[in-house]
């Protein structure tokens, strides 16, 4: 796989694990309209790409998923924020901020030397 | 943490169930209804609703691709799919299938059986620590109690010295009496093999002196076995050849010490020891310099290497014993590891054992190639089919190279009882005295070997087919219908084929050396007669008799079978021909200038009918008589010895010679064999037991019938002489010739199975191309056959083929066996590696071979009706 989808594919597991701690347990199609709403309908995602994301969020244990009835009555899966997800949320925030403050500050450069 | 639950996971997730299959359908269903459902509340016709929501999804597929891909490990998944497909084409074909993985597997076993000896006996490290500086030191085999002394002191290359000697001692006192394989050795002994006691103590260096040395220490299997296991035996008194020592100490199981038969020469077969006691040198063996009768272990000091160590003890020696004639010179010294001592008689066959199974696995290789390009080619239209449709050559090569996998790892499944069983047989055929033969069994690193193997021969014998198999163009093999194969393609059969025969024909060469040097050993003149004697061994230990009561014993016990029925002769001697050589003693000739010029002769104490009882001839001068007794002390030598001692004297009876006391000559006899029938011939001195008679004693008796049946009457008598004489070791001198060639027996057997198990799969080899050939010649036999060929023709032709075959394998195999054969030097005897006559005779061997497999499809060929052939056509 290539760079860009990795990366890609680790925000936007953030992006899971967040709507996840703020709206509790939420099935997949709820997650992505959520995750849209969230960035005012700027991000597009493909549905799609969302499931191998919770798939592979599951399988590492820090999200869990059960079958469940959706507000419309339609039989879903339902994913939940696990004990070890938090603390992922917590360490990947801490991290994202930290990176996010580092990029700021060299955009805020200006030339010394001209 | 997480990386390793979720690789768990996916490995879990490749077995992927249809429950599943199930749960991801459902879900990306529900998420495309609700996504439909919002679609509709806002407003949009039910089509566009449901375009939409597959447009927002990014489809379908590709979506519930990735997720398996995610879920599983995609090329786990290929291999297990490729693997089940093996497995259905096993099923498919089970005659392929069972011949493949049967003559595999034999491979495999025995493959694994000889590895599990070169293991136990060659690569197992040995059980003392640091044994990589343990050296043995002998001068001709042995050494003296002075020798020793000088080395000790002088040598700086030692660290550590020690004596020892094998002796069997009778041990009472607590239960029956019993006769235990002991051992005489210095106090430093165990200090210096790194060995510590598991309870108690060993020796020290006080009880290590004559007077002073009345104790033992024993081996883990006596304690158990006699003593229960019962700590409190330390501090015991026991009975040790009637004079009571101390117990006090227990050596850990898995001690051994001497350990095989290398460890000095005269030791002989002994068990191993399961007892020792100190050295405590007595007074005339400690200045005694023509007693070669003890062996020497030492320690090296670190970096220094056993040649080094032996220049310098060459230097000693020349010093302390100047220019000698034909004595104790530098050459004679020899200094072995420890290892080499132990192994050097069995490092060498299980090698070549060892290389000629695997020659045979590579022909079963070979073998299975071979069927491989067989089927190769009838599924040669499937491939096709399969390579036009889009697969990767690459991936078909990786498919059928699963399927030879599966096909290894069937036949190690299969190989390994059978090696278990083939190692349980190894044992129980090899000869006595293969130091840890017994302890070879299929432990972690044999079944790691036996794997490694199987994959090996994946490799080797799927790797050309698979690659032959889709090589070529596949249109070809589509249009002529995946029935048969272009002549071109044929070509690696038959070179596979030459390869299997001349592979074998390796083998049937080594087998044919090695048999006839085995029956070149067997016809070896002994210089004895051993047909219809009985033998057996006793023990008059000094605590129980004095040099004259055990004269009168002896006397006694020879004069009593003499008047036993059927016993023509009978004499009693202190070692029984090949049964391990007795102890040295450096004679010199009193006509030498130089007194310290000595021959080291083996010493053989005889009561004087012994020549006439085992046939050995008198070259001159006449047997020992009555007279001798009490008279001057006299002797008698072998040819050889007399040619040492006397070099250039013709008839040197009368003379007298020496070691401690002068000895008269009255006798010079024929030389005997009597150290081994390949080994070189020993120059023997004989004493009337008079003179010399030692603890050990054996009974030779000759009878005019069958001497077995003697047996029983023999023992009786001896038991009316002392009720409580342990006899040990009845057996019949043609036996004992007979086990004494039992190593080569061994060695031409096994290498005669193997050549065996390879000549059978080279003609089932031929067996396939010929018929093979045939059933694509039927068209073209008919023909022939149409126009005039007679059944005669047809027949010679497809046997000229097999015969071709077998002719260039065996041309190959004869040049191949040129240059291999010399490896076998040293286990041949009284033949050139390259003998001529075994050469041609494995050639014709191959070549009639090839026929006979040739003979089924040529006859099959030869019924061939050429109007039925015609009218298919």
């Known amino acids: 796989m290539d760079g860009k989808t990795e990366v890609w594919q680790g925000t936007l597991a953030l992006m899971v694990l967040k709507t996840l701690e703020a709206l509790g347990p939420q099935h997949g199609y709820g997650i992505a309209r959520r995750i849209e709403q969230t960035s005012d309908d700027l991000l597009s995602i493909n549905h799609g790409t969302l499931y191998p994301v919770l798939l592979k969020l599951e399988q590492e244990g820090s999200i869990s998923a059960e079958w469940g009835v959706s507000g419309n009555n339609r039989k879903a899966k339902f994913y939940r924020l696990t004990k070890a997800g938090r603390r992922l949320l917590a360490s990947e925030t801490r991290q994202w901020r930290q990176t996010t403050e580092i990029i700021g500050r060299f955009f805020a450069l200006r030339g010394e030397t001209s | 943490m997480r990386t390793v639950r979720r690789a768990w996971k996916r490995l879990s997730g490749t077995f992927a169930s249809a429950r599943r ?8 269903q529900a998420h495309l209804e ?4 919002d679609n509709l509340a806002r407003g949009l016709s039910p089509e566009e609703a449901r375009r939409q ?14 997720y398996r891909d995610q879920r599983g490990l995609p090329q786990l998944e290929t291999l297990v799919q490729d693997a089940r497909y093996a497995f259905r084409a096993m ?58 002394e000088t080395f000790r002191h002088e040598a700086r290359s030692l660290e550590q010295a020690a004596l020892f000697v094998n002796v069997s001692l009778n041990l009472a006192g607590s239960g029956e009496p019993e006769r235990v394989p002991a051992a005489r050795v210095s106090a430093t002994l165990f200090n210096l093999l790194g060995a510590k006691p598991r309870l108690g103590r060993t020796f020290t260096a006080e009880e290590d002196q004559q007077g002073r040395d009345a104790v033992v220490v024993i081996g883990d299997g006596l304690w158990k076995r006699r003593f229960g296991g019962d700590p409190r035996v330390l501090g015991r008194k026991v009975l040790v050849n009637g004079a009571p020592r101390t117990i006090i100490g227990i050596m850990p199981p898995g001690f051994q010490f001497p350990d095989g038969p290398e460890l000095p020469s005269f030791v002989g077969p ?31 000091r670190p970096g220094v290497s056993p040649e080094q160590a032996r220049a310098e003890l060459v230097a000693i020696l020349q010093r302390v014993v100047p220019e000698t004639r034909n004595g104790a010179t530098g050459p004679d010294l020899t200094v072995r590891t420890l290892r080499d001592a132990i192994s050097s008689q069995t490092r060498t066959p299980v090698f070549i054992l060892f290389g000629a199974v695997a020659v045979a696995l590579l022909i079963a290789c070979v073998n299975v190639a071979n069927l491989l390009v067989a089927r190769g080619l009838r599924r040669r239209g499937e491939l096709a089919m399969r390579i036009s449709l889009g697969a990767a050559r690459t991936r078909i090569v990786r498919q059928l190279l699963t399927e030879s996998l599966v096909l290894a790892v069937c036949s190690a499944a299969l190989a390994i009882p059978l090696a278990a069983v083939g190692i349980r047989a190894l044992i129980a055929i090899a000869p006595a005295g293969v130091p840890g033969i017994a302890a070879a069994t299929l432990d972690a690193r044999v079944l790691a070997f036996s794997f490694g193997l199987a994959l090996a021969t994946a490799l080797i014998f799927g790797t050309a087919p698979a690659i032959a198999a889709t090589h070529g163009d596949p249109v070809d093999a589509l249009k002529s219908g995946g029935r048969g194969a272009a002549g071109s393609r044929s070509s690696l059969r038959p070179a596979l084929i030459v390869a299997e025969f001349a592979l074998s024909l390796v083998l049937v060469v080594a087998a044919g050396l090695l048999a006839k040097s085995f029956v070149t050993v067997a016809r070896t003149p002994l210089g004895f007669h051993a047909e219809n004697i009985l033998t057996m061994r006793l023990s008059l230990p000094d605590t129980k008799y004095d040099k004259h009561s055990r004269a009168a014993f002896i006397d006694q016990l020879t004069a009593k079978c003499a008047a036993l029925p059927g016993v023509t002769s009978e004499a009693a001697v202190s070692t029984l021909p090949l049964t391990g050589e007795s102890e040295g003693w450096g004679m010199v000739a009193e006509d030498n200038p130089n007194p310290k010029d000595y021959t080291m002769l083996r010493v053989r104490a005889i009561t004087p009918a012994y020549f006439r009882t085992l046939g050995i001839r008198l070259r001159s001068g006449r047997e020992f008589t009555a007279d001798d007794r009490g008279a001057a002390p006299v002797a008698i030598v072998s040819a050889t010895a007399a040619k040492r001692l006397w070099p250039g004297v013709d008839n040197p009876i009368g003379r007298r010679f020496k070691m401690n006391r002068p000895m008269t000559l009255v006798a010079i006899v024929d030389d005997t064999r009597a150290s ?29 019938a069958d001497p077995a049946a003697l047996a029983a009457a023999v023992k009786s008598e001896i038991w009316r002489l002392d009720r409580d004489q342990p006899i040990t070791h009845v057996a019949v001198l043609r036996q004992l010739v007979a086990d004494s060639i039992a190593p080569r027996r061994f060695q031409a057997v096994l290498m005669a199975l193997f050549a065996g198990f390879a000549l059978l799969l080279a003609a089932v080899g031929i067996y396939g191309v010929v018929s093979y050939s045939v059933a694509q010649r039927t068209n073209e036999i008919g023909i022939r056959m149409a126009l005039g060929a007679s059944r005669g023709d047809i027949v010679a032709g497809v046997l000229y083929r097999a015969g071709a075959l077998a002719l260039a394998g065996a041309a190959l195999g004869l040049a191949a066996a040129y240059e291999i054969a010399p490896l076998l030097r040293t286990l041949l005897y009284g033949v050139n590696a390259v003998e001529p006559s075994v050469f041609v005779a494995s050639a014709v061997l191959l070549v009639a071979v090839s026929v006979v497999a040739g003979l089924i499809p040529a006859l099959r060929a030869a019924r061939v009706d050429p109007m039925v052939c015609l009218r298919y056509e």
């Open chain 2, 34 to 37: 609700m996504q439909t459902d």
């Open chain 2, 53 to 66: 929501a597959l447009v927002k999804f990014g489809g379908l597929e590709s979506a519930k691709e990735s």
């Open chain 2, 91 to 148: 099923r498919k074909s089970p005659g392929f299938a069972a011949t493949a993985v049967f003559s595999l597997a034999l491979g495999i076993a025995a493959t694994t059986a000889i590895f599990s000896i070169v293991n136990s006996t060659l690569l197992q490290p040995l059980p003392y620590g640091d044994a990589g500086r343990l050296v043995t030191i002998s001068l001709d085999g042995a050494i003296t109690a002075p020798l020793f």
């Open chain 2, 676 to 704: 081994g029938l390949d080994a070189e011939v020993l120059p023997y001195l004989y004493i009337p037991f008079w003179q010399f008679a030692p603890e050990e004693f054996a009974l030779v008796v000759r009878s005019a």
């Open chain 2, 270 to 300: 002994f068990p191993p020891a399961e007892m020792w006691r100190p050295m405590a040198l007595v007074d005339w063996e400690r200045p005694c310099t023509g007693c070669f009768n003890f062996g020497m272990i030492a320690r090296l």
């Open chain 2, 21 to 28: 299959e199930r749960e991801l359908a459902a879900e990306l």
